[in-house]
Nanobody, 117 residues
């Protein structure tokens, strides 16, 4: 139905930057929002940043001022620019797409981000 392919994760030193990409394909219509979530072992998956179909954005307090979410509608791709990375940003980052009247969620396979101190 919907396929989400993430890229851009990796290992970076504290203070560095990474850009994550998520390319969507398939039944990508009636999109409500796309976003990025992250999860560390033993903890719940948490919202990092989200952008609605109307272009509104919201961020977790912990990443405000450091991360920026954006999208390229022509490429059906959403990006997460991560600057001033901290060790506590280390997690598996998942792309999310929410679509339809019932707000169905779709998830990417996840990409590891590791920030060394």
């Amino acid at each position: 139905q919907v396929q989400l392919v993430e890229s851009g994760g990796g290992l970076v030193q504290a203070g560095g930057s990474l850009r994550l990409s998520c390319a969507a394909s398939g039944m990508i219509f009636s999109i409500n929002a796309m976003g990025w979530y992250r999860q560390v072992p033993g903890k719940q998956r948490e919202l990092v940043a989200r952008i609605t179909s109307g272009g509104s954005t919201n961020y977790a307090d912990s990443v405000k001022g450091r991360f920026t979410i954006s999208r390229d509608n022509a490429k059906n791709t959403v990006y997460l620019q991560m600057n001033s990375l901290k060790p506590e940003d280390t997690a598996v980052y998942y792309c999310n797409l929410n679509r339809g009247v019932f707000g169905t969620d779709y998830w990417g396979q996840g990409t590891q981000v590791t920030v060394s101190s």
